[in-house]
């Protein structure tokens, strides 16, 4: 079976989540043109803590839950921002 990917804090990631050598979160995503999208984060979940010095922001799990609420309501993601 085939190991569960997991974040630097040991925490198993979902589909499409990744972690980048400098620590911040990313999800990837299609768009409705068919384009794959990035989303990052500081944040994985909302009890984390934003790093010394950078910008406070929501997390990316809140991220994602509004991108696939838009996704499954119609709303282009990338026209709304």
Given at each position: ?81
């Amino acid at each position: 079976m085939a190991e569960k990917r997991r974040d630097s804090k040991g925490r198993i990631l979902r589909t499409g989540e990744s972690q980048r050598k400098d620590g911040r979160y990313a999800y990837k995503y299609t768009d409705s043109t068919g384009k794959p999208q990035f989303v990052y984060a500081w944040k994985l979940v909302a009890t984390d803590k934003t790093p010394a010095g950078k910008r406070d922001d929501v997390s990316l799990r809140e991220k994602e839950k509004e991108i696939n609420r838009d996704i499954a309501d119609g709303i282009d993601t990338v026209g709304k921002k």
